[in-house]
Structure formats: C-alpha cells, structure tokens
C-alpha cells in the first residue's frame, strides 16, 4: 500500500511491538506527529518538559522493561537536547532508537532555520546512526535501527529523516520483526584454559556487571556461583542479577564498594569477570588490581577484552549462552575455607553509617522495608547514588536503574517515569540529590500530568555532597561552588507543577512519608533534610588500589 513517510514510521514502530514513545513536537516533526495522533489509541505519546527528559524516560523504559526504548524530537535544539540522554545510554548499553526530523533535503547544509547535523554530532555515541533521505530507504532503516540497537551489545540508534521524507510516498508492505538469538562465540582454546583456572583456584571471586542484567542470565550466574563455590560482588550496573540475601553476596565492589568485596577481591587466586566493562571506578589502580590472580573475562563485546586489565582467559558472546555452557562443563567445587575467610570479612567489615541524626543510608533502608524489596529504584547521579546502591537489597534484575558510565546529573526522575509507564503494577522510586533534581526537575510537570505514580525522593544536604566530600578529603575544605545554600523551596516547586510534596526532618518522619507518598497512588515528592557533611563511606581514593579501601572510623583513626 502507498503511505507517506510518516505513516511509514509509525507502521514501523507498531511492527516492532512499539506500546509507548517519549518526545516533544517541532516543526520539522510535525508531519510524524500528526501520523502518530491518528494512531493514538495504538502508540501512547508521553509529552516530556524538555526533550533530555524523553531521552532519559526511553532509557529508564528499556531497562525496566528490556524493550527498545523510542524517543523523538524535532531538529536543532530538539535533537541536541537528545544528546546527554543517548550519550547515557551508550555508556550503559541500553537499547534506545532516537527518531529526529530535519530541514528539508534541499535545505540541508545551509545552516537553515533550526538546522543541525545531528548524525554528526551524535557518531560518537551512537552504536549507529543514520540520516534518510529517500522515503523508499526509511522502512529499511527503521527496522535495521531496532535490530542493532537489541542485538548483541545493545545501544542506542539514531534516526534522523529529512521533512520531505516524512511527506514523500512510496510503496509499504509490513514485515514481521527479525528474530535475535544469542550466542556464545566461544574458542575451545579459551574454553579449556578458563576450565584449567576454575579447576585450580583455591580462592575463586566472581565480578559481576551489567551485562548479567542485560542478558538476563540471573539463573544461570546463580548456578555458576554454586558450581564454583565462589563469593559474588557487583558494579552499579550489576545490581539485582544476583540475590542481594545471598550468603554469597559481598556487595559492591569499586570506590564506593565493601571493604569485603575489595579486600576480598584482592586476595583471591581467580577473579571471573561476567558481563563487566573493568571500569575506572571498579579497578581503582589497574597495576594494583588482581596481581596475584588469574582473570576469566566473559563479555559480549570483544573490544573490551584486554581494554582495561589485561586477562588470563576470555570468552565471547552473549554471558547467559556462555553460562549454559560453562555450567555443563564445571564439577562442583568445594572452596568452604575460602568462603569462611570471606564471611570473616563481611563480619568484620559491615556496612555501616552514623545514626544519631536522620541519614540517606536510613532513608533507604526504610524504603527497602516499607517496599519489601520490590521496588524499582532508579537514581540520579552523587552521594545519594552510593547510599541507593548499598543501602536497598537488590534481589531482581531491572530494579536498580542509574548512569553509571556517564554519570548523569538529572538522569533520574525522566528514567522512573519511563519505568514507570513500562511497569505499572510496580512502585518506583527515583532518589535525587538537591543538586540533580534541580536541573531536571521540571519532569514533574510530566508525571503530573498524566498521574504517573511515581515516589521522587530529594536528599537535601544543601550541597552538591559528592563533590563536597571530595573538598573535605582532597582540596583542604575549600569549597568552591558547591554550596546550595538559596531560597528555593522544593516542596513549593513540586506543588506548583501538579504534584503532592511531604518535608521530613526527623528520623520519625521517614516511614509515614513513604508509606502515605505509596498508598496516594500519584506523583509525590519527599524532601529530605540530612547534615551537608555526611559521607559515603567505604572508599577507594582515585588511583589507589581497592586494598586501601577506607571509612569513616579508619579517617578519625589517621586524623587521631
């Protein structure tokens, strides 16, 4: 059948299993938008305050979900407001396809009105992206966009189509979706030296990332973790593809993670890496990490092998089809000193905050309480961030939802409302610091107006707490910029944009607030006012070893 552009690109989304898109209109997408307004009761549009928030909203979506978020924007500055949210998602590998019009193609390349090159700009973050110019290549490209942004290590995709597409007819037959199945590429050479390692360690650690999440492979990591009798830490991305409750369970392992995970990590003869990147802020000092173990890398992308840290072993491929071929390969081990050595260590080294005043790290363990665990948690970018991490117990994949690798001030409240629309029968939470929810918090706006039941939680210290932490340690208290100290007035700003605003100042108040922001069943705000000079405690200094782990009772026994 004939359809123009437009029609196209919506014929396409519906082929694609597409239930919810995020943007703001403009005039170069004006055509698209119209298509998607005759098709409303097929596609839900979420109408976002600024077009970061759609791009955050698509992303916290497709985690939540495991689906391919969507987002689109006009050109110019809608397209460029797109940038922070893909360059998120990029560093996290998530799914998202960005659909942004453009001036016309006569006009490309004129510096027309509201003219950008954002395929260009985008090159760097994107896993690909593409301009159309013919209508007859848009179904193509559409349907490509989505198999690359889910196949292999997900990513967002940019589309980018010029007006007179989204006008321009042509010939349309649907196409079913193509079929993603993983696999594990894997050498039997590498295999076999991997089998060796497990074989042979005494004290084998397991490091875990976001690609357990991401391929789904909670069971199998749970059985591996059996088969090996290992101990079991994780990354930020990691959260939740192993059981929080676990005996196993270390904690986080990196700047902010447990003196268990780091100090136990440092010990052992064999760390098996799963589906985790050896970022900066795992690794601390990479001449100092692991050197007297071997190193099992288990990625889905090649090019992050040997990256970072240099391993004994690598296997490729997708870490749940790798899993369910290590598994049948590994006779259970017995490593029960290995593993009493470790739980010495968690006893030894608990997490643990100072609880006379009212604290972040309280907050969140009553939220774990009055949520039972069930929450979806996503969170913006600092302190706050730290204490979300190690302070709920994570139990299930797709509930901790955060930027990790870019780490993305005002990420949050747009990524709980995309994981909110994605699930909702489930609570979700974002938790925000004051510096944060400032620069994005007119999303509220957003969730107000389509009664999107999302818990936002703002950790008022007054400061931006992380970088001030770092002042306090690092730069001789001098605190440039960093304080917050202005008359504005949260629960005032969340009213003013349609939703229901509690303060809590006292330990006492915390509970109720959750309770009652849950049960209203509507956007509500929690402010929370906590000392400006709290601390996240573990912590690696930048460039140190993760061995020289540190907390607060160590930093009063050196000032001492």
Same mark, same amino acid.
């Given at each position: 059948?004939?359809?123009?552009?437009?029609?196209?690109?919506?014929?396409?989304?519906?082929?694609?299993? +597409?239930?919810?898109?995020?943007?703001?209109?403009?005039?170069?997408?004006?055509?698209?938008?119209?298509?998607?307004?005759?098709?409303?009761?097929?596609?839900?549009?979420?109408?976002?305050?600024?077009?970061?928030?759609?791009?955050?909203?698509?992303?916290?979506?497709?985690?939540?979900?495991?689906?391919?978020?969507?987002?689109?924007?006009?050109?110019?500055?809608?397209?460029?407001?797109?940038?922070?949210?893909?360059?998120?998602?990029?560093?996290?590998?998530?799914?998202?396809?960005?659909?942004?019009?453009?001036?016309?193609?006569?006009?490309?390349?004129?510096?027309?009105?509201?003219?950008?090159?954002?395929?260009?700009?985008?090159?760097?973050?994107?896993?690909?992206?593409?301009?159309?110019?013919?209508?007859?290549?848009?179904?193509?490209?559409?349907?490509?966009?989505?198999?690359?942004? %889910?196949?292999?290590?997900?990513?967002?995709?940019?589309?980018?189509?010029?007006?007179?597409?989204?006008?321009?007819?042509?010939?349309?037959?649907?196409?079913?979706?193509?079929?993603?199945?993983?696999?594990?590429?894997?050498?039997?050479?590498?295999?076999? *030296?991997?089998?060796?390692?497990?074989?042979?360690?005494?004290?084998?650690?397991?490091?875990?990332?976001?690609?357990?999440?991401?391929?789904?492979?909670? *069971?199998?990591?749970?059985?591996?973790?059996?088969? +090996?009798?290992?101990?079991?830490?994780?990354?930020?991305?990691?959260?939740?593809?192993?059981?929080?409750?676990?005996?196993?369970?270390?904690?986080?392992?990196?700047?902010?993670?447990?003196?268990?995970?780091?100090?136990? +990590?440092?010990?052992?003869?064999?760390?098996?890496?799963?589906?985790?990147?050896?970022?900066?802020?795992?690794?601390?000092?990479?001449?100092?990490?692991?050197?007297?173990?071997?190193?099992?890398?288990?990625?889905?992308?090649?090019?992050?092998?040997?990256?970072?840290?240099?391993?004994?072993?690598?296997?490729?491929?997708?870490?749940?089809?790798?899993?369910?071929?290590?598994?049948?390969?590994?006779? %259970?081990?017995?490593?029960?000193?290995?593993?009493?050595?470790?739980?010495?260590? *968690?006893?030894?080294?608990?997490?643990?905050?100072?609880?006379?005043?009212?604290?972040?790290?309280?907050?969140?363990?009553?939220?774990?309480?009055?949520?039972?665990?069930?929450?979806?948690?996503?969170?913006?970018?600092?302190?706050?961030?730290?204490?979300?991490?190690?302070?709920?117990?994570?139990?299930?994949?797709?509930?901790?939802?955060?930027?990790?690798?870019?780490?993305?001030?005002?990420?949050?409240?747009?990524?709980?409302?995309?994981?909110?629309?994605?699930?909702?029968?489930?609570?979700?939470?974002?938790?925000?610091?004051?510096?944060?929810?400032?620069?994005?918090?007119?999303?509220?706006?957003?969730?107000?107006?389509?009664?999107?039941?999302?818990?936002?939680?703002?950790?008022?210290?007054?400061?931006?707490?992380?970088?001030?932490?770092?002042?306090?340690?690092?730069?001789?208290?001098?605190?440039?910029?960093?304080?917050?100290?202005?008359?504005?007035?949260?629960?005032?700003?969340?009213?003013?944009?349609?939703?229901?605003?509690?303060?809590?100042?006292?330990?006492?108040?915390?509970?109720?607030?959750?309770?009652?922001?849950?049960?209203?069943?509507?956007?509500?705000?929690?402010?929370?006012?906590?000392?400006?000079?709290? %601390?996240?405690?573990?912590?690696?200094?930048?460039?140190?070893?993760?061995?020289?782990?540190?907390?607060?009772?160590?930093?009063?026994?050196?000032?001492?």
């Amino acid at each position: 059948m004939q359809l123009n552009g437009s029609e196209i690109v919506i014929e396409c989304l519906k082929e694609q299993g +597409v239930d919810t898109v995020f943007g703001y209109p403009g005039g170069t997408i004006l055509n698209v938008y119209d298509a998607l307004y005759k098709h409303g009761d097929e596609i839900r549009h979420i109408l976002t305050s600024h077009e970061q928030g759609a791009a955050h909203a698509a992303d916290g979506y497709a985690r939540a979900t495991g689906k391919v978020g969507v987002c689109m924007a006009t050109s110019g500055p809608g397209a460029t407001n797109l940038v922070t949210g893909i360059a998120t998602a990029y560093m996290d590998s998530v799914p998202v396809v960005a659909i942004t019009a453009n001036v016309a193609l006569p006009s490309l390349g004129k510096d027309s009105f509201q003219e950008v090159d954002i395929a260009g700009v985008t090159m760097p973050i994107t896993k690909h992206n593409y301009i159309v110019k013919k209508v007859e290549d848009l179904a193509p490209i559409m349907r490509e966009a989505f198999q690359i942004a %889910k196949s292999g290590r997900p990513g967002p995709v940019l589309v980018d189509i010029t007006k007179d597409v989204t006008a321009a007819t042509c010939e349309y037959t649907a196409e079913k979706p193509a079929t993603y199945e993983p696999k594990a590429y894997i050498s039997e050479t590498e295999l076999q *030296k991997a089998l060796k390692f497990i074989n042979e360690a005494k004290k084998p650690f397991i490091y875990l990332g976001g690609g357990a999440v991401i391929s789904g492979a909670s *069971k199998e990591v749970a059985e591996f973790a059996e088969l +090996v009798d290992a101990p079991v830490c994780d990354t930020l991305m990691g959260k939740g593809a192993f059981d929080g409750y676990s005996e196993r369970y270390t904690g986080m392992i990196g700047m902010h993670g447990t003196k268990a995970s780091n100090l136990g +990590v440092s010990e052992c003869d064999l760390l098996i890496a799963l589906g985790a990147r050896f970022s900066d802020r795992v690794i601390g000092n990479p001449k100092k990490f692991c050197e007297n173990a071997k190193i099992i890398h288990v990625d889905i992308d090649k090019a992050e092998v040997n990256k970072n840290i240099r391993v004994d072993a690598s296997l490729v491929g997708d870490l749940k089809a790798v899993l369910q071929v290590l598994n049948t390969r590994i006779e %259970k081990k017995d490593h029960s000193d290995w593993m009493a050595r470790v739980q010495e260590l *968690k006893i030894k080294f608990p997490m643990k905050y100072e609880d006379e005043n009212l604290a972040c790290p309280y907050v969140i363990e009553e939220l774990d309480r009055v949520t039972k665990g069930e929450a979806i948690i996503t969170t913006d970018v600092g302190q706050h961030q730290m204490w979300a991490a190690q302070y709920y117990k994570y139990t299930k994949p797709r509930t901790f939802l955060s930027s990790g690798g870019l780490g993305t001030m005002g990420y949050g409240l747009g990524a709980c409302i995309g994981a909110q629309v994605g699930n909702p029968d489930k609570v979700c939470v974002n938790i925000a610091g004051d510096g944060c929810f400032r620069m994005n918090m007119q999303e509220l706006a957003t969730a107000s107006r389509y009664n999107i039941p999302i818990v936002e939680i703002v950790i008022n210290n007054h400061v931006l707490g992380m970088v001030r932490q770092w002042q306090t340690l690092f730069y001789g208290k001098r605190y440039s910029q960093t304080v917050l100290q202005d008359k504005v007035d949260f629960c005032k700003v969340a009213e003013g944009l349609g939703c229901e605003a509690i303060r809590v100042t006292k330990k006492e108040e915390v509970a109720p607030a959750l309770e009652k922001a849950i049960s209203l069943k509507a956007p509500v705000l929690v402010e929370v006012m906590i000392p400006e000079d709290d %601390k996240v405690f573990p912590m690696v200094p930048a460039g140190a070893p993760i061995s020289e782990v540190f907390d607060g009772e160590d930093l009063k026994n050196r000032e001492a």
